[in-house]
């Protein structure tokens, strides 16, 4: 079983901006996800074809064995993984690559031998001595940029560590590649800013070792944080925010006169409100779970108890008895079959495998329509353009 480094790298973005996490995130044993391993088994694939040099789709069928979860490589994870293959292979080209790469930054943040290390999946030095930093994120959920980001950051101060005796850097530049999201970003960073950082991370781990750490709830170090079901501090933190503004009515001249300024603090508190709803959504999915794991395991929960769900679709126990049986009562085919066409992801994957060609191809795309987005809120900083309330959404409705 591989080690875990007590100031992960992985884990940097938590521990950075809520010190308090590590204490209490160590109260809980490691849990890992179908989604998680999912992606290991993606790492492994890529390390395959980077060491080896061969393409991800001679891996076809190969079943990757995670904890108690098995994969197997199909065309998808081929293609996918394969995105990440061949930008990293042709920025090696000529250079160095190391896959998998161990590197040590504990001495860099004054931490003790073995407290800091992280393993990078890809690290280049070019020709011309840039040092690259690669990292997979193999999910299909929350977007990721390179830019200051906390553990390409602590890889790249590790890698300088390991190899600077040996080349002679003078910048860097971090690579996240998410490929089931479409999205590669890439960040070039200086030598003297990662020293800042380190020297930045360093104060954060000696507050850590001091014994004095900060909780601090917010929704980027709390969305993966084992612990944010039985944070006090983040259940404080949503109380005052939702509940808050409410409690203070106690009587009816609070009432009347929060209702008439209700036109003037509306905008302002509903944005506020708004800024917590994803960490409620995942401070009640997470309360759940904890709930769910500690039935399970045979401990009592005030007030709750383990029922069986709703049942599973049915399904027939053996499809080829059931086929002969109804062939047996003379079935028409339309019968005993649904049929429909493919999907235009289907006829894609057909047009990939060389099933339907090129020329064919361009003839089928010409078929395919995609209704638009429908509209969501998200914070002012989302790149995406702003809808106008009344115009836009009446083209939308048309084009619906």
């Given amino acids: 079983m591989t080690a875990h480094a007590k100031f992960s790298a992985s884990g940097a973005h938590r521990w950075m901006r809520c010190p308090a996490s590590l204490s209490l995130e160590a109260q809980v044993p490691n849990r890992s996800s179908g989604f998680a391993n999912e992606g290991t088994a993606a790492h492994e694939l890529a390390e395959m074809c980077l060491t080896s040099g061969n393409d991800a789709d001679a891996y076809l069928g190969r ?10 490589v199909d065309a ?16 090696a080209d000529g250079g160095e690559l190391l896959v998998e790469q161990q590197v ?5 943040i004054g931490v003790a031998e073995g407290e800091g290390f992280g393993t990078a999946d890809a690290i280049v030095i070019t020709r011309d001595g840039e040092l690259q930093v690669h990292d997979l994120k193999y999910g299909r959920g929350v977007k990721v940029d390179a830019e200051e ?14 190899l600077d005796m040996v080349y002679e850097f003078d910048r860097a530049r971090l690579f996240i590649h998410q490929p089931r999201l479409g999205h590669v970003s890439e960040w070039a960073v200086s ?15 000696e507050n850590i070792q001091l014994g004095t750490p900060d909780c601090v709830p917010a929704e980027k170090q709390c969305r993966f944080c084992n612990a944010k079901d039985f944070c006090p501090a983040l259940e404080k933190k949503l109380a005052d925010e939702v509940v808050g503004s409410f409690a203070k009515l106690t009587d009816r001249a609070a009432m009347s006169q929060a209702i008439d300024d209700l036109p003037r603090v509306f905008s302002a508190a509903l944005g506020r409100k708004m ?3 994803d960490m409620v959504e995942q401070w009640c999915k997470a309360v759940r779970a904890r709930t ?9 929960v005030d007030g709750y108890k383990l029922v069986e769900g709703r049942r599973g679709p049915r399904k027939w126990s053996s499809p080829a008895e059931a086929e002969n049986l109804l062939k047996s009562m003379r079935l028409k085919t339309e019968e005993m079959f649904d049929l429909k066409l493919v999907s235009p992801t289907t006829a894609e994957k057909l047009a990939k495998a060389g099933t339907i060609g090129p020329r064919q191809w361009s003839k089928v795309e010409a078929l395919i329509t995609q209704s638009p987005g429908a509209p969501s809120v998200a914070p002012e900083n989302d790149p995406r353009s702003a809808l106008n309330p009344t115009d836009d959404f009446e083209n939308l409705n048309d084009l619906a």
């Fill in 76 to 91: 998808d994870m081929a293609a996918y993984v394969q995105t990440f293959v061949d930008p990293v292979r042709e920025l």
């Fill in 104 to 108: 040590d930054f504990a001495l860099a």
């Fill in 275 to 277: 800024a917590v709803v």
């Fill in 292 to 300: 769910e794991s500690e039935l399970q395991a045979g401990r009592a």
């Fill in 63 to 72: 079943v990757i064995k995670v904890d108690q979860d098995t994969f197997t």
């Fill in 149 to 162: 980001n906390e553990q390409l950051q602590l890889y790249a101060i590790g890698a300088v560590r390991m």
């Fill in 191 to 205: 030598l003297a800013e990662l020293q800042d950082f380190a020297a930045l991370a360093q104060d954060v781990a």
